[in-house]
């Protein structure tokens, strides 16, 4: 069994919060076992306490490149499995060694499966797949140490390169396909320190909405209000925040890169500031009444009225 929850939280009067969690459980393969006893409802789903085969990866050694082998950290390199196809030959009960298993066991697709009907999984069944990694043609970076290959370490000695990919490869497809991976992974780091910064600043603001909330009649109403200007402010103060850091950190190699950043940066505050000041002196402007006015003059001794 697998537990899913969503969880809902809606305002209440006086600027409270009310959390609902709702739970919904699932069959599900799973490579790891599942605790059950972490469940909310454990006693009406329950999970096997311990799995009898876990997975297993085994390595040829040595693995041969024509004269050469390849090192350990070249090998974990290595993730282009497929499937291996059962023909009978390989696949069979009668090889598996435990009596157990021998007895318990059928031939299903690639592998075997241990339960009753493999049509009708229940829980605690198991299924055992075999994947390999067939011989080819590998493309690789790296430095000759005498018959095997080592990280080659670069001239400024500020790290080091072990590319290896399946195919052939010219060296220049090698360091574009390692950059693509390198921008991947860097940008999904930028991303998640975005997130953190938005959060973390949106968590600063959070009292404003609850003393809002807590105004009779309006204060839901105030509260959203105020909750959805904070979002869209601390959006931009992170965005803000987070272009600086990735600019800093650019100045050592890319120094143009972070002057052009740092620009963008200077104008969002710019166009920030600037829609505050139009808007203040804006409604200054509404608040001043303009009236025509035409003075009347009045004599004294005869009480007659001049324009």
Same mark, same amino acid.
């Given at each position: 069994?697998?537990? &899913? ?70 090998? &974990? ?8 196809? &059962? ?5 069979? @009960? ?90 991947? @992974? ?89 829609? @505050? ?12 009444? @303009? ?17």
């Amino acid at each position: 069994w697998e537990e &899913n929850k969503s969880t809902h939280t809606t305002k209440t009067e006086g600027g409270g919060t009310r959390t609902e969690t709702t739970y919904s459980y699932g069959q599900t393969w799973s490579e790891h076992l599942i605790n059950s006893g972490s469940f909310d409802d454990s006693s009406s789903y329950q999970n096997p306490s311990s799995m009898p085969y876990s997975s297993q990866e085994f390595a040829a050694d040595p693995i041969a490149l024509g004269s050469y082998t390849l090192s350990n950290d070249l090998v &974990n390199k290595i993730n282009w499995y497929s499937d291996l196809n &059962n023909d009978g030959s390989l696949i069979s @009960v009668d090889n598996i060694s435990d009596e157990y298993a021998r007895q318990n066991m059928v031939i299903y697709g690639n592998g075997f499966y241990m339960g009753d009907n493999p049509g009708y999984p229940g829980i605690g069944d198991m299924k055992i797949k075999f994947q390999y990694v067939p011989e080819g043609t590998v493309s690789l970076i790296a430095a000759q140490t005498g018959s095997t290959f080592s990280s080659y370490a670069t001239k400024r000695g500020r790290g080091s390169i072990l590319l290896l990919r399946s195919g052939y490869h010219s060296a220049d497809d090698l360091f574009t396909l390692a950059e693509r991976d390198n921008a991947i @992974v860097t940008w999904l780091v930028r991303l998640v320190g975005f997130v953190v910064m938005y959060m973390g600043l949106k968590m600063v603001s959070q009292p404003l909405e609850v003393v809002l909330d807590r105004i009779p009649f309006v204060g839901r109403f105030a509260g959203d209000l105020m909750g959805g200007a904070t979002s869209i402010v601390t959006c931009i103060v992170a965005a803000a925040l987070s272009i600086s850091t990735i600019a800093i950190a650019w100045f050592a190699y890319r120094p143009l890169l972070t002057f052009f950043l740092l620009g963008i940066v200077g104008g969002l505050v710019y166009l920030m500031r600037r829609n @505050v000041e139009s808007k203040r002196y804006g409604e200054a402007d509404h608040e001043i009444p @303009v009236v025509n006015a035409i003075p009347i003059y009045k004599d004294g001794h005869s009480g007659a009225d001049y324009v």
